[in-house]
């Protein structure tokens, strides 16, 4: 059984940072890619960030590009998605997500490649 628990989301004003944890358990971890998608209220569930398995790879959200940089520590079982100049419409709640296939080269951007999620955290940047 894998789960996934995320952290660090919370109330920021425009212009500011955080940075999500997303901890794994239940599986090699080092084997699969990770990504950070997020749903707003009303949208569809979008893409911010995509790392592989090594960290070698990483793909990013056209609207996050630039702002958002997506790391993990395969040692502590552990990825990460630090958000800098946040706006009011990075609102939304954060996702983490594995892949369902090991040792992809590429990570994938595709949802419904990913075979588990995490119950999400809220993230709301006021202007």
């Known amino acids: 059984q894998v789960q996934l628990v995320e952290s660090g989301g919370g109330l920021v004003q425009a212009g500011g940072s955080l940075r999500l944890s997303c901890e794994a358990s239940?599986?090699?971890?080092?084997?699969?890619?990770m990504g950070w998608f997020r749903q707003a209220p009303g949208k569809e569930r979008e893409l911010v960030a995509a790392?592989?398995?090594?960290?070698?790879?990483?793909l990013y959200g056209d609207s996050v590009k630039g702002r958002f940089t997506i790391s993990r520590d395969n040692a502590k079982n552990t990825v990460y998605v630090q958000m800098n100049s946040l706006k009011p419409e990075d609102t939304a709640v954060y996702y983490c997500?594995?892949?369902?296939?090991?040792?992809?080269?590429?990570?994938?951007?595709?949802?419904?490649?990913?075979?588990?999620w995490g119950q999400g955290t809220q993230v709301t940047v006021s202007s």
């Open positions: 239940g599986r090699t971890f080092s084997s699969y890619g």
């Open positions: 997500a594995a892949d369902l296939r090991p040792r992809r080269a590429v990570p994938t951007s595709f949802s419904q490649n990913y075979a588990y």
């Open positions: 790392i592989n398995w090594n960290g070698g790879s990483t």
